[in-house]
């Protein structure tokens, strides 16, 4: 397995003493199980490439295996010697040791300079597919280019395996994209080749400090990263959550509905007024809409997606499809998927629903996801409903020009939605209505909006 980093920033060779790493020699780290080669296939002043060569010995595994096993002989038939697993974050942790703790004693000041860098992994396994793939790196500001691989090109049939080269690209202090893969490769794959410890959640402050704390996958990555082991994963996830605290506008006294459910039961009755028999829940989280919608038996076929696995494997748990009827099986199916990417699995819907998704996107990804639902899936109906900045002044506890969720990359006014809706109503062929949702402020409006856009 190899891993390259690349830069083309003047002077690039610069790389060399990020890495601690002269580019003129090739230089070996021992490893538990094998030996890591560092060496540099160009070295310019235009462009640097330091590559990462990984040489797993397969008999020193099988001596150091005693951990459990799925299988009788998978010490003897496993892929580790050819992927990128947690011996490669072991890899990085011992041959960069000095780049990721951010040392570099000849030109100190390259440490926290953000660099434009691109990296390639091949090949790397990853347990949830591409999308789980992106769901972990896009939210960081990665741009990533995937390419996955055949199970058996003799069976095309059999589909594609969970391998990809990867390349990503992005501009930051090498020092972050180092302790990144640290902690994501291994959680790609699912798998550590070591005993997981108290120490382990040590590492995953350090190495996650400054970035897991906003990630919005940060606990599927705390508890796969800890091989999900119950009692280190809350820990783990206290320390990370102890200063975060509910979205205010959840926060409704008892005898108020809350506002996320009063969302949810809103859409529900729309699509009933609308007597449509088909609906794609396009960013479905763990299924609470899904499940009103099963409800009612108006609803023939309801699609849940997200981009979330970890997040489906809850909604299929809480919505109990493995009890459910064969007919009622029948009208619901959950599918993994990203809305910023063409999905045929989203088209002949009557309705579209994306209730509090869209500010979850970095503004200029709007545009993808707006040619894949008005575009491409091109539903009879679609309902999106999003928070109205405008109210946050109503909320004691949230410090001015804050968003009300830490995975906000945005929050519209009132007339910010309505700008944007009007212009997708009139590129795609829709018409649009607004309405407030929740305790409505005299000059504020509601807390959150929604918009109903209708295909002329």
């Known amino acids: 397995m190899l891993l390259t980093i690349t830069t083309k920033r003047y002077p690039a060779t610069d790389l060399g003493y990020l890495l601690h790493k002269h580019p003129a020699k090739v230089q070996t780290v021992t490893l538990t ?32 295996n005693n951990g459990p096993a799925d299988f009788v002989l998978e010490q003897y038939v496993n892929d580790r010697p050819y ?56 939210p960081l500001g990665y741009d990533i280019t995937v390419q996955s691989h055949l199970l058996d090109e003799q069976f095309p049939e059999w589909g594609q395996s969970r391998y990809f080269n990867v390349t990503l690209r992005h501009t ?63 820990e783990a996830l206290g320390m990370i959550m102890k200063d975060e605290v509910l979205p205010v506008e959840e926060k409704q006294p008892k005898d108020k509905i809350r506002l996320h459910d009063l969302r949810l039961q809103t859409v529900r009755e729309i699509l009933l007024e609308l007597n449509v028999a088909t609906v794609a829940d396009m960013g479905c989280g763990e299924g609470k809409l899904l499940r009103l919608l099963m409800e009612k038996p108006a609803f023939k076929k309801i699609l849940g997606m997200d981009v979330s696995y970890h997040a489906l494997e809850i909604a299929q748990s809480k919505l109990k499809m493995d009890r459910l009827p064969e007919m009622q099986r029948a009208r619901l199916q959950l599918v993994q998927g990203a809305l910023t990417y063409r999905d045929k699995r989203l088209s002949g819907f009557d309705a579209g629903v994306l209730v509090e998704v869209i500010e979850h996107l970095d503004e200029p990804r709007l545009a993808a996801l707006e040619k894949v639902v008005f575009e491409y899936a091109r539903p009879q109906y679609v309902i999106i409903t999003t928070v109205n900045a405008e109210y946050n002044v109503l909320y004691e506890k949230l410090d001015s020009g804050a968003f009300r969720h830490t995975d906000h990359r945005f929050e519209w006014t009132r007339s910010q939605f309505a700008t944007w809706g009007d212009r997708v109503a009139t590129q795609f062929g829709y018409e649009v209505s607004y309405r407030p949702l929740g305790e409505t402020d005299e000059v504020l409006g509601g807390p959150s909006q929604l918009a109903l856009f209708k295909r002329s």
């Open 172 to 234: 930051l202090p090498l020092k972050t994209i180092l302790s990144q893969l640290y902690i994501l490769i291994p959680v790609c794959d699912n798998d550590k080749h070591y005993f997981i410890g108290g120490h382990e959640i040590e590492k995953l402050m350090e190495k996650g400090k400054g970035w897991l704390d906003t990630h919005p996958a940060k606990e599927l990555i705390t508890r796969r990263y800890l091989r999900y082991i119950g009692p280190l994963a809350k």
């Open 33 to 64: 199980a094998g030996s890591a080669h560092i060496f540099y296939p160009e070295a310019t002043d235009q462009s640097c490439t330091a590559a990462l060569l990984l040489d797993i010995d397969p008999v020193r595994l099988v001596r150091g």
């Open 83 to 138: 992927v990128a697993s947690s011996f490669m974050s072991a890899a990085i942790a011992q041959a960069y040791s000095s780049a990721m703790n951010g040392r570099c004693k000849d030109k100190p000041h390259l440490v926290d300079e953000a660099i434009p860098f691109e990296i390639n992994l091949s090949v790397l396994p990853v347990k949830g597919g591409e999308a789980l793939l992106r769901e972990f790196f896009e």
